[in-house]
């Protein structure tokens, strides 16, 4: 990760309500406590407030399952986070909040990124290396990039570490899950770096928890203007990979400036494709970016009423030398490919929800 420490000023929104106190700690009146009536299946209330209604996409329907039953902590804004709590005689949400404020360099905060993955090669996993990132999706499946997959002489991908900040925390309390199967995206063709995405699946379930949790899938390119991309790789171009997990704050670069950036090459032989990849990088000030070691990882944004959870805009997939103002990095756009994802993490609400597809359109052609 290239000078993950960014310069930029943070706009913070006004704070919830305060409804009352417990254990001397904020309790924020943005919570289901505050009515009696029970919540419907058809609806989730987020963590600012808003009413979501669940609709027919899978990947967004899981996303809400996971607000409504997992221990998210959630930001207000800048590093404001908001953490939910279970109150089990009323059968409610209330959230609490309180402030942290990084100094300096952009390193992550263990609670930040609660589905970061980190990938190591080897038989080994005292001596496995941990080269690639990725970001964990359900209870047995880590997204993260096609042509992390495999390393060459390391071989295939073998672990992934979960619910960790510094690669140097003792491995004893790493989260170590061994990948038990490998599915690529059937068009990916090494060495090109079109539909350069797979999906790792973990021979155990994935214990949950407040510092390991599923981020969400962005279903569409709705507001993709910015992002965060968080990894592992190096500080810069030549330079040592980050111990720490490293956060930059990036910037959408536009279709013509991508297509310039990249031009048909060996590895592009059609060029920058605008609908299934992005670019985002810096424009001005201090020049930040991925880096070799951050591929694999997620490019995210979580803002408006999505605080609690991070939406996966991107995988970081190729870039040239990293940490130049002007360029960008590319990344797999994760949207285009959301019926596949869908389709090998959770086949069995994919059949059912083809079959109700296939027998609206009956229905449709029988009135016609």
């Known amino acids: 990760m290239a000078n993950a420490g960014y310069d930029i000023s943070t706009d913070f929104p006004p704070f919830p309500d305060i409804c009352s106190y417990k254990n001397n700690e904020l309790i924020v009146c943005c919570t289901d406590c505050l009515s009696n009536t029970s919540r419907t299946k058809d609806t989730v209330v987020t963590p600012l407030g808003h009413v979501r209604g669940k609709g027919d996409s899978i990947a967004m329907n899981k996303c809400y399952e996971y607000f409504e039953t997992l221990p998210y902590r959630c930001r207000g804004g800048g590093n404001v986070m908001i953490e939910k709590d279970w109150e089990e005689d009323r059968q409610c949400y209330s959230y609490f909040y309180s402030v942290s404020f990084a100094v300096g360099g952009r390193v992550a905060e263990r609670w930040e990124f609660p589905h970061m993955a980190l990938i190591g090669y080897g038989d080994d996993v005292e001596t496995a290396e941990w080269l690639c990132g990725g970001s964990v999706i359900s209870e047995r499946f880590i997204l993260t ?23 140097t925390d003792p491995k004893k309390y790493w989260k170590v899950y061994k990948i038990k199967r490998i599915v690529i995206h059937p ?17 155990n379930e994935i214990a949950f928890g407040r510092d390991l949790l599923p981020a969400c899938l962005n279903i569409d390119d709705e507001d993709t203007s910015t992002g965060e991309a968080a990894g592992w790789g190096r500080l810069g171009y030549r330079q040592a990979l980050a111990d720490t997990l490293q956060v930059v704050f990036l910037s959408a ?30 424009h001005q000030g201090k020049p930040i970016d991925t880096c070799e070691g951050d591929s694999g990882g997620p490019l995210q944004y979580n803002k408006d009423m999505y605080r609690c959870l991070f939406h996966i805009i991107g ?20 949207s285009h490919y959301v019926p596949w994802i869908e389709s090998v993490v959770w086949p069995e609400e994919t059949e059912a929800k083809r079959n109700k597809d296939n027998l609206w359109l009956d229905k449709w052609l029988n009135l016609n």
Do not use: W
């Open 187 to 203: 068009e990916y063709k090494p060495p090109s770096k079109y539909h350069d995405i797979a999906l790792l699946e973990t021979e």
């Open 253 to 282: 670069f536009d279709e013509a400036e991508c297509s310039s950036l990249y031009p048909p090459h060996r590895l592009l032989e059609r060029g920058y494709d605008h609908q299934k990849q992005m670019c985002f990088g810096t």
């Open 315 to 334: 995988v970081t997939s190729y870039g040239r030398d990293c940490g130049i103002l002007g360029s960008a990095g590319m990344y797999t756009r994760v």
């Open 145 to 167: 990039a096609g042509h992390c997959t495999s390393t060459g002489p390391l071989g295939n991908i073998s672990f992934a570490a979960l619910g960790l900040l510094k690669r």
